[in-house]
């Protein structure tokens, strides 16, 4: 992939171009609008990451003639905290998706593969189930949202991350009769604890430092269409209360204000956790549990799915070829019995990860076995003996990075340390 990266804070740039490339992905940096134009005008691009404020003509113009005059890509705006209603307006305006600063670089790409995704047009009709999954295992699961999408219904999407839990969320937005409203996508554990709140229901003028004018937040960006939480789990008790008010009553306030707004919005929701196993702990409410429980279906894991590996695998690498992206035409018969005999702890965004690196680094035309570096395989404990506290500490690590897809924030939090003692254990181990 090739990604534009329009920032004038030069540091942010350069650290952000700097993972992205360890994805392998290639990066242009441009300092303002102007500068940016004038590359898009010029080359060739697969997504933008677009900061809101800048000086000279800002995100908002840019977007705007990328949206009208300029080539048709997926766009990541960028924003500080005080800019987040105008962001959501950016996302009506045409941007793919937005982040508030600061934020860990692993998330704009999670975010810039998601939008890159979204903007492909799919080779098979959304009337018909292949989409989500081939699988004769999830026959029941495409019949029960099939069932649900007519219905305005609140539907809980449970399931290992990975999965494809916003991809059915996205199916049962497309096949329901919000189709043609906004859907809106909000990553509660990715959201600082102290900015969900305004996030979700929008604050007032003055409701706290730095809040300079009113701003709406998702629930009204998301009105006449989907709103979808994703990793509601991980949303705060106190916040729990308030977003089971809104769901119940439809309506919402502002932060800092006085006024009620009715808000029109479906709701889906999902998680990764037992939210039975955390209502019986305390940590999430019983009465939200059932409120967004009313239709639960379960995506099921990718090694559940045998069928969908050799499928998604195809579809991964057809997509790059449509789009001119690499001179691979195929996978070998053996590259997909090594593909299939593979467990896929981090279900089908592992798999779509592992196409695009086996396609950057492949030296023929069709993919072979070599071209895949397995993770199972290749991060192995050498020369350790077995049952010592350094090799099950490894181990450890290792299993929860491939859980939370290698995102250092979510798997420090679910092994019980913080960030920096993670890269600290990861750096003396020698893992990368």
Known sequence: MHILIVDDEENLRKTLAQYLSLEGWAV???????SAKKHLEEHTFNAVALDLRMPGMDGLELLDWISNEGPSLPVVMMSAFGDVGDAVNAMKAGASDYLVKPFDPEELIIRIKNAARTAQPDKISVDEPAPISLDPTMKPVITLLNKAAPSDATILVTGESGTGKEVAARYIHRKSERSEGPFVAVNLGGLPEGLIESELFGYEKGAFTGADSRRIGYFEAANGGTLFLDEIGELPSALQVKLLRSLQDKKIQRLGGT????????IIA??????????????????LFYRINVINAIMLPLRERPADIIYLAKLFLDRLVENGRTRVSGLSESALAALAGYNFPGNVRELENMIERAVILADTAILQPRDFTLPGKLQQVPDLPAGTLKQMEIRMIQDALLRNEGHREKTARELGITRKTLLNKMNSYGMT
């Open 28 to 34: 242009t940096q441009a300092s303002n609008g102007l």
């Open 259 to 266: 006024g009620i707004i009715p808000v029109n919005v479906r």
């Open 270 to 287: 999902a998680t990764n956790r037992n939210l039975v196993e955390a209502v019986s702990q305390g940590t999430f409410r019983e009465d």
